[in-house]
């Protein structure tokens, strides 16, 4: 068995899998995709210490940094339960594969939710965006929506008015869902406009960039436009628990439970970054997590009676 298997290679992943090794004890990492959302961004200038890089530029350095280590790399591979046998942990691959492991370090992200309207695809990272803390600053000036109206949107538009000329808040249902003092202070800044019963229906565009949204107002069944530069879309990030329901503890929205080490509800498992309970997704924040609970699952096993 291996002492510690890392499943999920984001830089969550990555970090944990390279802070076991270096610990000297047999190691795995198993990733549907290595890099994981990392791939999936462009520019990124909020990764300290370096001014400014591109996703799959930070990528190629995660993956040579765990190679760098006697790390056992399974990639293209997906987990689909996690179980406790005779003290150790087994992971069943969809391959049928199972890998057995004193200690389960569990990094398997999250995913933004997206509203499937037309044109969203298209112009993601050409004015669709779904992080304001990463992407925020690009639209300095100019005018943005933020979809939803609960704490994640709310605050995404509190922070976005401080950057952007103006911002368009647009909420499915008749009124906010965000916590009292939020909506009080979004009501207070005076370039948000708040339209509810709002429900996107198109994102369009120039062909190169987003130029505006039209959306349905549900009370009077009319279709309006909003002109502007930027949309970002603050409808939920989902866990990517669905194969550990039963096996560790899940919050209502299904990210895992952990406590200050990393540790889950299960002995000897641990969880980082995005698919946990953490605040704020980001990617150093989820390399630090990694590290921690890599950390904690090497302290878990000293003190562990299993060989
Ligand atoms: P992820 O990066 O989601 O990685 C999860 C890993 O688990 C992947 O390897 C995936 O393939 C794997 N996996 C999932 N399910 C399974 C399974 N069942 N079996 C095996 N493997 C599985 N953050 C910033 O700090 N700055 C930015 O500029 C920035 N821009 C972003 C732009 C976009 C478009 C997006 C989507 C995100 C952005 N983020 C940014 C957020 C950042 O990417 C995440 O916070 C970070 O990647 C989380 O790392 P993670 O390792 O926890 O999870």
Redesign the pocket.
């Known amino acids: 068995p291996f002492d510690v298997l890392v499943?999920?290679?984001?830089?969550?992943?990555a970090a944990a899998a390279i802070y076991a090794a270096r610990k000297g004890i047999r190691t795995g990492i198993?990733?549907?995709?290595?890099?994981?959302?990392?791939m999936?961004?462009l520019?990124?200038?909020?990764?300290i210490s370096v001014t400014a890089t591109e996703g799959p530029k930070l990528v190629r350095g995660l993956e040579e940094h765990v190679r760098s280590y006697d790390v056992d790399i399974m990639s293209q591979?997906?987990?689909?339960a996690l179980a406790t046998v005779d003290g150790l942990h087994e992971v069943t691959l969809e391959s049928g594969a199972k890998l057995k492991s004193k200690a389960i370090i569990l990094?398997?992200?999250?995913r933004?939710r997206e509203m499937k309207v037309p044109g969203e695809e298209q112009y993601k990272?050409k004015g669709v965006a779904?992080?304001p803390h990463?992407?925020g600053p690009l639209f300095k000036g100019k005018r943005v929506a933020v979809i939803g109206g609960g704490n994640s949107g709310v605050e995404a538009a509190i922070d976005l008015a401080g950057i952007v000329a103006h911002v368009t808040l647009l909420e499915f249902d008749s009124q906010l869902r965000a916590d009292a003092v939020l909506v009080t202070k979004l009501k207070s800044l005076p370039n948000v406009t708040i339209l509810t019963q709002a429900q996107t229906t198109e994102v369009t565009g120039d062909g190169q960039k987003v130029n505006g949204l039209l959306y349905k107002d549900r009370a009077s069944g009319e279709t309006h436009r909003v002109a502007l530069e930027g949309i970002f879309v603050q409808i939920g990030l989902l866990p990517?628990t669905d194969?550990l329901r039963g096996s560790v503890e899940l919050t209502q929205r299904g990210e895992i439970i952990v406590g200050h080490h990393g540790e889950t509800s299960l002995a000897g498992v641990f969880a980082?970054?995005?698919?946990t309970t953490v605040p704020y997704?980001?990617?150093?924040?989820?390399m630090g997590e990694?590290a921690k609970a890599s950390l904690g699952a090497f302290d878990h096993l000293i003190r562990s009676s299993v060989q």
């Open positions: 499943v999920g290679g984001g830089p969550a992943g198993v990733a549907e995709r290595f890099g994981g959302q990392v999936d961004t520019g990124i200038e909020n990764f591979q997906r987990a689909k990094a398997t992200g999250a933004w990272t779904f992080c990463c992407d990517n194969w980082a970054g995005d698919v997704k980001q990617i150093i924040i989820a990694g």
